[in-house]
Each structure stands twice: as structure tokens, then as C-alpha cells.
């Protein structure tokens, strides 16, 4: 059995920090514009807003935001529209967004400020290190 593999379009190299930095911000714009996209193929309409999926995908830029090296930034950029991809082409399944982008290691992002409210000690704790 014989699988035709995708060529995968590379984009040219950045030359400064300013090409890499419109490329960012181009590329959140369509990781945005696809977001009631994915939403209706995952239909996570029932367990999540738009708005706290934007707001993941911008913590995930933010956690890049230190570097300055471009072509760094070409690497995660690459990276990000390669899961993109994958998730506007139904690579991903349902739990896999829920578990990555939803939940996170925080929790569920509506159960961020009232989670261990009256909870002992050690209960705070486990709950901590484990994703309950």
C-alpha cells in the first residue's frame, strides 16, 4: 500500500525581526478566523466560548514572546500552522483539543477561580499535582 505524502509548503526565511513579527501576527490572524471553524468540527460549543479558545491560542504566542532570533520564530511559526492543519483538517480528535487547549494544566478555564474553594490542605495539594 503506497501513501502520497502532502508536500508541505515552506515559507521563505525572515530576514529581520519586523518580517518575523508581521508573519505573527498574519498567522494569529488566521489562527483566529478559523476558530468558529474548528469549534463546529470538535463541537465544543457546549464546554467552550471562542473568545476562551482565543485566549488560549494568545497564551501560546505569549509564551514566545522572549524570542527575537528569527529565524526561531520561522521554526515556531512552521510549527504552529503545521498544527493548525492538523486541527482544521480533523487530524486531532475531540479530546485531544479539549486536553490541550481547554483544560490545559489549569483546569477547565471556568473553574479557575472557584476550584478548591472550602477544600482542605491536602486536598488543594493533590489537586494541584494532578489535572482533576
Known amino acids: 500500500m503506497a501513501f502520497t505524502l502532502r508536500s508541505v509548503k515552506v515559507p521563505p526565511n525572515s530576514m529581520s525581526l519586523e518580517e518575523a513579527r508581521s508573519r505573527t501576527f498574519e ?5 483566529c478566523r478559523s476558530i468558529p471553524t474548528i469549534m463546529e468540527i470538535y463541537n ?19 509564551k514566545n514572546a522572549h ?20 486541527i482544521t483538517e480533523h487530524a486531532k480528535q ?28 491536602f486536598l488543594k495539594n493533590f489537586y494541584s499535582g494532578n489535572y482533576f
Request: proline content about 3%; overall charge positive.
Open 27 to 31: 498567522f494569529f490572524r488566521s489562527a
Open 44 to 62: 465544543l460549543h457546549d464546554i467552550v466560548t471562542p473568545s476562551q479558545i482565543r485566549s488560549a491560542i494568545a497564551s501560546q504566542f505569549r
Open 67 to 86: 524570542i527575537t532570533n528569527p529565524k526561531v520564530i520561522d521554526m515556531l511559526l512552521f510549527k504552529g500552522m503545521e498544527e493548525l492543519n492538523n
Open 94 to 121: 475531540r479530546h485531544h483539543i479539549i486536553g490541550q487547549y481547554v483544560v490545559g494544566n489549569q483546569g477547565l478555564v471556568q473553574d479557575s477561580g472557584s476550584k478548591h474553594q472550602g477544600s482542605s490542605e
